[in-house]
Structure formats: structure tokens, C-alpha cells
């Protein structure tokens, strides 16, 4: 036991100032014998346990203000600044070299205390803890021991374990960081760009207070405004911050099928291939409808549960005409003051039975979510296939309203078409922060960022300044972009027209509901 204590205490004291051999010789992240390494025949980074570059260098920048302190020489951070700020492409390996972090300054100081947030405590609870204990399960034999890992804690085996652990907070709860210090101090937040601004303060305290504070942030750069996009944008700040760019060059575990398939599809310059290939921050097009940070302001916020109004459901429907496009249907509860997207399920029916199996999985969606006949309603694109589709959900009861993206809107003499119209309110409600995403909306974090890509490429038609008119899916199409069919079934929501119902012997041609739809507001 003796000897035990004996080598913790020389690695802890190694390890302090080379957080490199800790991650390499104790957390074993590294090539053991029997695997694949770099330039071997089949090695794949994103498998691999090497680390990255950047993630090296985030570890001695973060030693650096230790070093800094004590007096020694410095890799990197030579300033030792304490505000560490990483912006970075999608797929990097981010939460896992903040991980690998968490490890070595639990491992390293006493009393410490590692908080690490991020804008949903849920991101951290799967995302974050998993990679760290992917890490633990990876290390030495004699390091495992050192941990009790809780749901949303760590502590270390020590005789003081309230004065060494780990906590897991969300950002949306500032009160909750309040006090959240020691003498060793190391701050942690993922996803920085979508934090609410009000946490800031509260963490920049929590650091105050400590003997060597730190903080860490990392983000994929979302937003152009905040606390995150000045760390790295502001010339004011420059001397606060260490700023560590992740291009494209660095992430090794960035796909470049991937990024070549994104720059196909949306040109190299656009926001969303600026944003998740290369890691930069990117104004929106001139042209663009709707900007990826509002998207995501949306994504982060909590949804709001009610707002004492009794909601409409209603399901909007876009009919994939075959090929590469599919279906979508949207599932939405209108509120008076807010909207909230219940689900987003995409299809691909053959076209020659889809009109039968687009109904069914919309009645059985309908259904799920609590939707009433004659008082809910349903929005089907009704060119092409999508007529049949329509035809056969007002033959099982419902109230639909037929959609052509291509007639007149409400009011010609302000959008071109109905299609102009609905893109236009759901530009306004995301302005105004009127839209919310039930948690489990969408079935994969492939179907949001598909999602996010297909709304992003909405643009405004040039010269078209006094009536809102949108470039045609046609001509989108021609210029290589895939049909936008998960935004258009969003965009859908907001029809106008009075929805029909069949008579009750369902022979009669469809009658349109004399009362109130609840749907006038949005032909403003």
C-alpha cells in the first residue's frame, strides 16, 4: 500500500507538468500492441485511441497556466492565459479531448473541483460522460480505481471526496454554478456557442475565487453573436483568450468523403459547409432565408410545456414524387403565443403505393400525438402523388388542406406564391423565438443536421426586394442541391386555406369547414 502511495504520488507530480505522458502512459491513449496504427494498412483515426494534434496542444495549453504559475517553461500558453477557447469543425473528437482533460486535473490538483456544462444537461449526461468513461475503462489497471462515477458526478477516493470531484451542470441554470469552486478550478463547456448568455458571469466568478482557475470552451462556431463567437472574433478580447482553431487540416477524424459529399451538395462558401467542414464562423448569405444560428437557439431552448391556450395539432405533409426525395411529415402543436414540433419522420415509399402508405403512417402519427377529427387537420402537398395521399385522408375522415406551393398566396401584392408565404412566417417565428422542438423530435442527430442543411439552403430570389418571392425548388435542384424536403413539410405548417372534410357518406364532393381554422393569423 505504502508503494502504492508512493507511485501515485511521483505520477501526480509528472503528470502536473506533462499531461501528454499522463494521457499517453497512464489513460493508455495510444497504439497498444495487436492494433492498427497510423500509416498501417486499414487505420481509420476515427477508431483510433492517437490523439489528435489540437488535442495535444489544449493539453499543455491548459498546463501551460500551471506551469506559468510555478515558473517553468511553457510549451504553448506562454502568456498562461486561464480562458482557453477551442472552435472546431463537426466530428473532431471535442468532447473527447475535454474528456481526456477532466482525467488529468482530477488526477493532478487538490482540492479541486471540475465543472463541466453545456446548454442541455442531457449532452452531458450521454455525450460527455460516456467519453469519460470510455477513457477510465481505458486506462492502467491502477488508475481505474481512483473514481466513483455517478450520474452526473465524479468523486475521487480521497478522505475529502466532496473537496475532489467532478459536476455536471446545465447551462440554463446559472444559480445552480454558483460557488462551484476550490483551490484548483478547472471550468469546462461544450457546445459553447449555444449558451445562454447569463451563465458567464457566474462561471468568471467561480474562477475569481480560486488559487488556478481555468476555463475550457469548445464549440462548433453556430453563432456569430455571444460570449463564445467573441472569444474569438473580438480584437478587444484577443489578449484575454488562448485561441485554438481546429481547421480541417488538424481533425484527422473528419471525414473527407463527408466534407467533399457537403461541398457537392452546398458549395464550398456556403454558412453550413463554413461552419461544420471547415470550423469557421460564417455570415449567412445575402440571400439566405433563414440563419443557422437561429436554428439552433431554437434546438438548445428548453420547449416550453403550454401557455394556458388550447393547441391545434396539426400535420403537414410533403409527397416525395420518387427518385432521391422522400416524404416528410411534420407534427406540430400550434399554441396561441408559440409553436411546438412534436416529430419529424421521413419516409421513401415506392411511388406507385404511396399515396396508401404516406395516409397510414400519417393517421397512425395523428393518432400518437392525440390529434381529433374535424378539429385538428392535416396539410398534404397535393401536386403529383401527393393528391392521392390527400384523397385518401379525407376518405378516412380527416380535414385537409390541399397545398400547392405554387398558387397564389393570400395577398399577391406581398408573396409570390403560397410556398413564399408559408417560408416567410417560419422565417418570422424563428426571428421571434416562437418555435420549439419536443425533446426526441427527430429519430437521429443525422435527420437534425439534415434538417438544418435543407433550411439553411432557402434563399430569397434576387430582385425580388418588393415581393417576397423564393428561389424554385427546380432551380435548386438544377444547381445541385437536394430537394428540401424536410423544410418544405415544416414551411407547410403554415397554410392559410380553410381545410375540407367529406360528407359523412364519403360519396359527396369535399366540403370546406365553415368555422374558424385557427390558421388566419399566419395571411398577415
Known amino acids: 500500500m505504502k508503494n502504492l502511495k508512493a507511485q501515485l504520488r511521483r505520477a501526480r507530480l509528472r503528470a502536473r507538468t506533462d499531461p501528454n505522458w499522463f494521457g499517453r502512459d497512464v489513460l493508455q491513449l495510444r497504439t497498444l500492441r495487436g492494433e492498427l496504427a497510423p500509416g498501417d494498412e486499414g487505420f481509420d483515426w476515427r477508431r483510433s485511441w492517437e490523439k489528435d494534434g489540437w488535442q495535444s496542444e489544449l493539453s499543455e495549453a491548459v498546463a501551460d497556466v500551471f506551469r506559468k504559475r510555478e515558473g517553468l517553461p511553457t510549451v504553448c500558453n506562454h502568456e498562461g492565459k486561464n480562458l482557453i477557447t477551442v472552435v472546431a469543425p463537426q466530428g473532431p473528437g471535442k468532447t473527447f479531448g475535454i474528456a481526456e482533460l477532466a482525467h488529468w486535473w482530477g488526477f493532478c490538483f487538490y482540492p479541486s473541483i471540475v465543472t463541466v456544462t453545456a446548454p442541455k444537461l442531457e449532452h452531458v449526461k450521454t455525450r460527455f460522460f460516456g467519453e469519460y468513461a470510455k477513457i477510465r475503462n481505458r486506462a492502467i489497471p491502477e488508475y481505474r480505481t481512483l473514481q466513483d462515477i455517478q450520474a452526473t458526478r465524479v468523486y ?27 483551490r484548483y478550478t478547472l471550468v469546462l463547456v461544450d457546445e459553447a456557442s449555444g449558451m445562454d448568455e447569463v451563465i458567464w458571469p457566474v462561471l468568471f466568478g467561480n474562477l475569481a475565487g480560486s488559487d488556478v482557475g481555468v476555463l475550457v470552451m469548445i464549440s462548433n462556431p453556430t453563432r456569430n453573436i455571444g460570449s463564445f463567437a467573441d472569444s474569438h472574433l473580438s480584437v478587444r478580447l484577443a489578449r484575454d483568450y488562448y485561441r485554438l482553431p481546429i481547421t480541417l ?11 467533399d459529399q457537403m461541398i457537392r451538395m452546398w458549395g464550398a462558401r456556403s ?13 449567412s448569405s445575402e440571400r439566405q432565408l433563414i440563419p443557422l444560428s437561429w436554428i439552433q437557439r431554437a434546438m438548445e431552448r428548453a420547449p416550453r410545456e403550454t401557455d394556458g391556450s388550447m393547441p391545434k ?21 400550434h399554441f396561441q403565443s408559440f409553436r411546438r414540433v412534436e416529430k419529424v419522420k421521413r419516409y421513401s415509399f415506392k411511388q406507385e403505393t404511396v399515396h396508401r ?37 379525407l376518405e378516412m375522415g380527416h380535414a385537409c388542406v390541399r397545398y400547392m406551393g405554387g398558387a397564389g398566396s393570400s395577398n399577391t401584392e406581398k408573396w409570390k406564391n403560397r410556398r413564399s408565404q408559408s417560408y416567410i412566417n417560419l422565417r418570422d417565428e424563428y426571428r421571434n423565438d416562437l418555435i420549439d422542438f419536443a425533446v426526441g423530435c427527430f429519430d437521429s442527430d443525422d435527420d437534425v443536421d439534415e434538417y438544418q442543411k435543407q433550411l439553411c439552403t432557402i434563399q430569397s430570389k434576387p430582385g425580388t426586394e418588393r415581393l417576397e418571392e423564393l428561389v424554385p425548388k427546380e432551380e435548386m435542384k438544377r444547381n445541385g442541391m437536394k430537394s428540401p424536403d424536410m423544410s418544405d413539410s415544416h414551411a ?12 359523412q357518406t364519403g360519396k359527396a364532393d369535399p366540403v370546406i369547414i365553415s368555422r374558424s381554422t385557427g390558421w388566419e393569423g399566419y395571411a398577415q
Open 156 to 182: 475521487w477516493r480521497t478522505h475529502d471526496p466532496e473537496n475532489h470531484l467532478l459536476v455536471a451542470e446545465t447551462g440554463k441554470q446559472p444559480e445552480n454554478m454558483q460557488g462551484l469552486r476550490r
Open 249 to 259: 487540416e488538424k481533425a484527422n477524424r473528419v471525414s473527407r468523403t463527408w466534407v
Open 271 to 283: 454558412p453550413q459547409v463554413r461552419i461544420r467542414c471547415f470550423g469557421e464562423f460564417a455570415d
Open 313 to 333: 395539432l396539426r400535420l403537414s405533409i410533403d409527397v416525395a414524387d420518387g427518385g432521391l426525395d422522400e416524404s416528410v411529415i411534420t407534427v406540430c402543436r
Open 357 to 393: 402508405e404516406l395516409a397510414e403512417a400519417a393517421d397512425l402519427l395523428f393518432q400518437a400525438w392525440g390529434g381529433v377529427k374535424g378539429q385538428d387537420d392535416m396539410v398534404i402537398d397535393s401536386s403529383g402523388p401527393g393528391t392521392g395521399v390527400n384523397q385518401r385522408l
Open 492 to 503: 407547410m405548417q403554415y397554410a392559410t386555406q380553410a381545410p375540407t372534410l367529406l360528407a
